[in-house]
């Protein structure tokens, strides 16, 4: 039973009447703002105008609040998410990334700032993300995956699988023109799946090999009883020793 006015935390709030859409803030109960976009239109119930919105966390401003603010509220969360994640440019250079990412590409985090994407990836992979960027990019797909090898930066170690997760980051005037400032990437290791999905091939494959197999011993020897039943017919019209 709360009015829009108990909730909301800034100067900032939609229009009720008509189409709207705009960044408002937003309070929890614990007193934290929340920057959210807003997307509100109207509809007509029964003769009553009503209103129907669509509120979305703004991730963006969150970023660049929390960088603002040390290593508090979003920074917290981002750094300790166990899913590797990085926030990059359309051209796909690094902008951010928490913990869990530094650690998947074996890196500083520091260091990595600035860097593409795709140096990350085996050669043979890069090509694969690049196309799936570019669609995200112009607007063909909402988001997008793509399954690729990290390179493990180590002599002797082998790549690292992993399915990389694409999708737009756009604040609130962007998102109205329908522009891209970015891309949110969340990457999953998925070397030891992939481990088991080879070893689970193999089994089936053996399990092939052993029916087969059993099912022409069990052909074989069905011959080899006729076989044995003639030879003791044989045995019994003949006496010992007889050539």
């Known amino acids: 039973n709360l009015s829009l006015d108990d909730v909301l935390a800034g100067a900032s709030r939609p229009d009720l009447d008509g189409e709207w859409q705009g960044r408002v803030r937003f309070q929890t ?10 997307f509100q239109s109207t509809y007509d119930d029964a003769g009553v105008t009503r209103t129907r919105s669509l509120v979305m966390r703004d991730v963006k401003t969150d970023i660049e609040r929390s960088e603002g603010h040390g290593r508090t509220g979003f920074r917290v969360l981002f750094d300790a998410a166990p899913v590797a994640i990085a926030i990059t440019e359309p051209d796909g250079s690094v902008t951010d990334c928490n913990q869990a990412f530094a650690k ?18 085996i050669e043979d992979d890069r090509r694969a993300l690049r196309g799936e960027f570019d669609r995200v990019i112009a607007g063909s797909a909402e ?15 082998s790549a690292v699988q992993a399915s990389v997760f694409l999708g737009p980051l756009s604040g609130a005037a962007a998102a109205a023109a329908g522009e891209v400032e970015g891309m ?25 090999m052993g ?10 020897n069905n011959l080899l009883t006729a ?7 044989l045995l019994q019209r003949h006496a010992a020793g007889d050539p």
Do not use: P, W, Y
């Not at 109960?29 to 976009?37: H, P, Q």
């Not at 998947?104 to 990836?121: C, H, K, P, T």
């Not at 076989?227 to 017919?233: A, N, T, V």
């Open 29 to 38: 109960a614990a007193g934290d703002a929340i920057d959210t976009l807003v």
């Open 104 to 121: 998947l590409v074996n890196r500083n985090r520091d260091a990595l700032i600035g860097d593409s994407l795709s140096d990350f990836l």
């Open 143 to 157: 988001s997008s995956h793509v399954d690729v090898r990290l390179a493990s930066g180590k002599i002797g170690e």
């Open 184 to 208: 949110v990437v969340h990457v999953i290791d998925t070397t030891e799946q992939k481990s088991l999905e080879v070893q689970f091939a193999q089994a089936q494959k053996m399990q092939a």
């Open 211 to 220: 029916q087969l197999a059993g099912g022409v011993a069990h052909d074989f």
């Open 227 to 233: 076989m044995i039943g003639f030879c003791d017919l």
